[in-house]
């Protein structure tokens, strides 16, 4: 890339090739990579440059030249402005298609993998979809603003409705929104307010109009799930099922380990088909709920170890063989390479890779699958529509 080729403040005419992950189009003009928001793959468009970093340039779309058959007005009015959705202008088929480009675009350039097979992408209905959020809170401003933060800032875009939540919060949303003086006067800052929907109710993690901040229970295929606000649950209330389904399957036999196991979402599941399953988790609060979920739902094949990953298989592993399958559902960072060694020399026959974020998920395949285990599967879950976020599950299988 030469920068004589283009400059800063110029308008250029472009086509969008594809989208790349963060969901920003990608065209090149005389061989130069120019990344535009809001864009969509086949839009021709008129583009004026406003940054420049090492190897691309960064546009802003000037006018829509001729639109892509994909393109659509986005259905919520704060889009552009709030910083929660980056593809709503995208009809949702071209969004699958896009998500599954991110996760093989990840494959090969990070992981260094010539993934051919298609990557399906399971999906349901792409708007009401959010059984969790955490809203902003602005009070120095007056009115008070309470929304969600501004794409890349951290003041608040202030909205009456959101397409993407389960109509169950919008409706608290409202409540809160009447709530401002009670909001405004407190003396407890209320600058996140955490909500979450559960089979019988909302609870947010503070006490404010009249909510409650009680723990929550949710049932998935027979297993009651409890937990409070601040605890991590699945989001997308129409795919529990499915995640379980992808992840577990017909999966059976003597042990599976879920090191990363929150409040037990898949430990509790994998009891069903194992005969043993030792699952840990770091967080106080999450294991707290996860030992009681085993009690609650008079499970006794789970072995809970409120301990990291990494401490627990310092110290327990050497006593394990013959374990079947081994679930990793890490937080986006993913895994360190140590830790990635330590599960591998266990020689679980299985490992089920469960990640949010496909440039991790690729980096540490590359690893497990340079330490004796092939990438047997890729499967996306739309659990974030109108996001450019995917959740991807691969599953490797030991060669020998
Ligand atoms: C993406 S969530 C998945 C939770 C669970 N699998 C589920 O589906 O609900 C990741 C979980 O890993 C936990 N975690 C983060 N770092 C950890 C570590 N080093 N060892 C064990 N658990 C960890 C987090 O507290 C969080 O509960």
Redesign the pocket.
């Known amino acids: 890339m030469t920068t004589e080729n283009l400059s800063i403040g110029q308008e250029y005419e472009i086509t969008i090739e594809k989208l790349i992950y963060g969901g920003q189009g990608l065209a090149r003009f005389q061989g130069v990579a120019i990344f535009t928001p809001f864009s969509v793959p086949g839009d021709k468009l008129k583009v004026c440059i406003v940054g420049a970093e090492k190897n691309f340039f960064r546009a802003e779309i000037i006018e829509i030249l001729e639109p892509s058959a994909n393109r659509r007005s986005a259905p919520c009015q704060y889009f552009g402005r709030c910083g929660g959705c980056q593809l709503q202008h995208l009809d949702y088929p071209a969004q699958l298609v896009a998500k599954a480009g991110f996760i093989r675009d990840s494959l090969k350039r990070i992981g260094h993998f010539d993934w051919q097979p298609p990557i399906e992408i399971k999906h349901s209905l792409e708007f009401n979809y959010r059984s969790r959020t955490q809203l902003k809170v602005e009070r120095a401003t007056d009115p008070f603003q309470i929304g969600f933060y501004k794409e890349g800032s951290h003041n608040v875009c202030d909205v009456e409705s959101c397409p993407i939540l389960a109509p169950e919060l919008n409706q608290v949303l409202v409540k809160l929104r009447k709530s401002e003086k009670e909001i405004a006067l407190s003396e407890i800052p209320y600058s996140k307010i955490d909500l979450v929907k559960g089979d019988e109710g909302i609870s947010a993690n503070q006490i404010v109009a009249d909510l409650s901040s009680k723990a929550i229970c949710q049932r998935v295929l027979d297993i009651n799930y409890y937990f409070d606000p601040s605890?991590?649950?699945?989001v997308n209330q129409y795919l529990l099922t499915t995640?379980i389904e992808i992840i577990i399957g017909t999966r059976k036999g003597k042990v599976a380990l879920?090191?990363?196991?929150?409040?037990?979402?898949?430990?509790l599941q994998l009891a069903k088909t194992y005969q043993k399953v030792i699952a840990?988790?770091?967080?106080q609060k999450?294991s707290h709920w996860a030992t009681h979920n085993i009690q609650a739902n008079s499970i006794n094949n789970v072995e809970f170890h409120s301990?990291?990953?990494?401490?627990?298989l310092t110290k327990f592993s050497r006593r394990f063989n013959g374990i079947d399958l081994v679930?990793l559902?890490?937080?986006?960072v993913g895994i360190i390479k140590k830790?990635l060694l330590s599960i591998t020399e266990i020689r679980p026959k299985e490992i089920v890779y469960?990640s949010?974020d496909p440039s991790t998920l690729a980096r540490d395949l590359r690893v497990l699958a340079d330490s004796g285990y092939k990438l047997a599967s890729i499967t996306g879950i739309d659990l974030f529509p109108q996001t450019y976020h995917i959740e991807t599950v691969a599953v490797l299988e030991r060669i020998n």
């Open positions: 605890c991590f649950f699945q995640l879920d090191l990363y196991a929150g409040v037990g979402f898949f430990a840990t988790e770091v967080n999450a301990i990291s990953t990494e401490k627990w679930v559902d890490p937080p986006r830790t469960v949010c």
